[in-house]
């Protein structure tokens, strides 16, 4: 790992691959070890339920999963999309911020995601499933991204033709809009991605002073 990340981003990208390491180890995807206690469970009544093994669970909300569910993910491929783009922005985020506020905002991006994933189960799925994932936080990270360095280039993996930030991430925000809305691709939470980008909106106008409530000192202009 690069020893020049900053301070913040670089415990991020080993707390998560930490806790997905325990995730294997414990078969996690099978016994529920984690999962049952750290993911991100819908409001109401706990559910009780039985494993393939026969072993009987008992889930549902508790309010640490706000932030524990950030650290879990589902598999291989969803962690490393994630540290990928941690790995990317974070650095430049945490520059700018300074560590103290940078951690102030990614676990408010991802509490916001995390609500917002409550609401949508709540009102609209109606489904009981939990969720995982750092990407509401990391969704917040590209939002600031693209709200501080509007103009820096940025290409999709898939899409190799370079673009500003600001419409690289107004873009993929309508996509993820799109996608929640249709239903499209059924078992990732779009509407916490976005969740992630609305959270990181509300910080990043606070800290310029744009909001009712004003900060003691503009932190961004």
Known sequence: MPTDLPV????????????????????????????????????????????????????????????????????????????????????????????????IYYFVCAIVAAVAQLIVVQWFTHGFYPTIGASGAIFGLLLAFGMLYPHEKMMLMFFPVPMPAWLFVTGYAVIELFLGVTGTQAGVAHFAHLGGMVGGYAMIQYWRGKLPIKPKRLLLR
């Open 8 to 103: 913040a981003t670089r415990n991020l990208l080993i707390a998560n691959v930490v806790v997905f390491a325990l995730q294997y180890l414990l078969h996690d995807s099978s016994t529920f070890a984690l999962t049952q206690h750290f993911a991100l469970w819908p409001w109401g009544s706990d559910v009780s339920g039985a494993l393939d093994d026969g072993q009987v669970v008992t889930v549902g909300f508790q309010p640490w999963q706000l932030v524990t569910y950030a650290f879990m993910h589902g598999s291989f491929t969803h962690i490393l999309f994630n540290m990928i783009a941690l790995y990317m922005f974070g650095g430049t985020i945490e520059r700018t911020f300074g560590t103290r506020n940078f951690v």
